[in-house]
């Protein structure tokens, strides 16, 4: 059980600092809160090349390219007073700004397709449905061969959602982790003190666990997190990116610690 546990972390970890590695590149946009990141290891990956149809199968885009890899797939929510052409714009030049970028399909509004079938069906998200006409997809292929899939909608209750998934074609990179650090997680003096030493915060993933006994470790994890981001610099907490592990990590790194991992190719 333990020997299991231990390789379930693991896999977290190398699906995490992997796609951090790449995703640097697509900084978030201003005040965006993040809802779930979520690793997809050893898997048959769909990125979407046309609008989504109904077909026999139900619904699903004209055209995909399925790839064998991992992907890492984060969810952002955007206050409802944000007007949606500027996140879209936002993101969409991100995307563009990325190494060897090259679209390989992008559409918007009616043009894509239902917005209840992207998401209930290919994306399998109740989050990103909105209406038609205020979607947008883009799909990149970027210059180290992984696919970015971008979907932003805006909700019923006003809420601009923000849908990134990167996915990573087997063979397209080796990482290499170390675990630098294991801190307390209110160990503040001694967490500012070791990012102060680090040259690249771009390539470590913090790994936050709360006590099995918090009866919302979730939350726990959460204010950690916002904690450690207010006692460092602002260029500190926009180049780190924590991983809220809750109580799932207690087996292996205990409770109420911040672990250090870095990734190298």
């Known amino acids: 059980m333990f020997r299991l546990f231990g390789a379930v972390i693991s896999s977290l970890i190398i699906a995490s600092t992997t796609s951090h590695a790449a995703t640097t590149d697509i900084p978030t946009f201003r005040g965006a809160q993040i809802i779930k990141s979520k690793p997809v290891e050893?898997?048959?990956?769909?990125?979407?090349?046309?609008?989504?149809?109904?077909?026999?199968?139900?619904?699903?885009?004209?055209?995909v390219k399925r790839v064998e890899g991992q992907a890492f797939q984060t969810l952002y929510k955007i206050g409802r007073n944000v007007p949606l052409e500027e996140?879209?714009?936002?993101?969409?030049?991100?995307?563009?700004?990325?190494?060897?970028?090259?679209?390989?399909f992008e559409c918007v509004s009616r043009s894509c397709g239902s917005s209840n079938a992207w998401a209930n069906n290919f994306f399998n998200d109740y989050l990103l449905y909105g209406a038609d006409q205020s979607q947008f997809l883009k799909v990149i292929l970027d210059g180290e061969g992984h696919y970015r899939i971008?979907?932003?909608?805006?909700?019923?209750?006003g809420d601009v959602m923000v849908r990134i998934d990167e996915v990573i074609p087997d063979g397209s990179g080796n990482a290499q982790l170390s675990i630098l650090?294991?801190?307390?997680a209110t160990d503040t003096p001694r967490i500012r003190s070791f990012l102060r030493e680090q040259s690249d915060l771009t390539r470590i993933v913090a790994f936050i666990t709360a006590a099995s006994s918090d009866e919302n470790p979730i939350e726990r994890g959460d204010q950690y997190i916002t904690a450690i981001k207010d006692a460092i610099s602002a260029d500190e907490?926009?180049?780190?990116?924590?991983?809220?592990?809750?109580?799932?990590g207690?087996?292996?790194?205990?409770?109420?610690?911040?672990?250090?991992?870095?990734?190298?190719n």
Request: hydrophobic content about 40%; charged content about 20%.
């Open 237 to 248: 907490a926009r180049k780190l990116r924590m991983i809220n592990l809750a109580n799932m």
């Open 87 to 104: 996140v879209t714009r936002y993101y969409e030049n991100a995307l563009n700004n990325i190494d060897g970028s090259s679209t390989l």
């Open 150 to 157: 971008l979907y932003i909608n805006r909700r019923g209750a």
């Open 250 to 264: 207690n087996p292996v790194y205990g409770e109420n610690r911040i672990i250090f991992i870095s990734i190298a």
């Open 42 to 63: 050893g898997s048959v990956i769909e990125v979407p090349l046309a609008k989504i149809y109904r077909s026999g199968r139900g619904w699903e885009p004209e055209t």
């Open 181 to 184: 650090a294991q801190l307390g």
